[in-house]
């Protein structure tokens, strides 16, 4: 049986990827949150603090429209949602010797990369080999952060426009290759698009806030996936 520090140091090892493929993108946030007005301090301790791509990015909408704290909290809510059930699930895969509060530990860091690692562990999974991933990947993260900002207060606004793409080219790379193989998929992501750009430019709905244009449309759009093409489950 490993010692804990042995699940630790596992950990650490198996999370250089996360924490490198973090790195890339929490730079780019860093960039964006130093446009939005946020201090180097503050971006970083969002990061820190938070650890989602997606909550965090869709914060920054929220914060550039003056949006209330309840649409921020219901945006994050929604958007962050699906932390919930993973850490449901993982604390259900997690030694059943461990004490209670390494479950909540264990959750503050639990991301899609973290949880996938975490599952994939054969048997019961150490909450320390959780510990070692989440470790590297939220150093990644805020180090990432760090640099964006840093680099969005030196860098030439040329160049900073180059990189702030980078941020949608992740997203591109996300959707596409899932897309090709899913009819269902590209529709729902045409929707996304035509829904964003009527919020954006129709007389009415422009005058939404962000906040609120971000729970509408996470709301509308998983909605009609959930009622239009429901994921069927297997049934043994």
Not at 51 to 77: D, K
Not at 116 to 131: D, M, Q, R
Not at 177 to 201: C, D, G, N, W, Y
């Amino acid at each position: 049986m490993e010692s804990k520090g042995a699940f630790f140091k596992r950990g650490m090892k198996d999370g250089i990827p996360i924490c490198l493929g973090y790195l890339a993108v929490s730079f780019s946030f860093g960039i964006m949150a130093l446009k939005t007005g946020l201090s180097t301090f503050q971006a970083v301790l969002m990061s820190l603090l938070n650890l989602t791509s997606a909550g965090q990015f869709a914060s920054l909408s929220v914060i550039t429209a003056a949006g209330s704290y309840v649409e921020m909290a219901l945006s994050q809510l929604i958007i962050n949602l699906r932390y919930c059930l993973m850490s449901c699930s993982l604390s259900q895969k997690m030694d059943p010797q461990a004490p209670f509060y390494h479950r909540f530990f264990v959750a503050y860091g639990n991301t899609d990369e973290v949880f996938a690692l975490s599952s994939s562990v054969k048997g019961y999974v150490s909450p320390f080999y959780s510990y070692g991933i989440i470790l590297v990947a939220v150093a990644g993260w805020t180090m990432g952060t760090l640099l964006g900002a840093v680099a969005g207060s030196v860098l030439p606004a040329r160049v900073l426009s180059a990189l702030g793409i980078a941020l949608y080219a992740m997203f591109i790379a996300i959707i596409i290759p899932p897309a090709k193989e899913s009819r269902v998929l590209q529709a729902l992501i045409l929707s996304a698009m035509v829904l964003s750009t009527a919020f954006t430019h129709a007389p009415v709905l422009r005058d939404i806030s962000g906040g609120i244009q971000v729970i509408i449309l996470t709301v509308a759009v998983a909605a009609a996936a959930a009622c239009l093409a429901p994921v069927k489950e297997d049934v043994r």
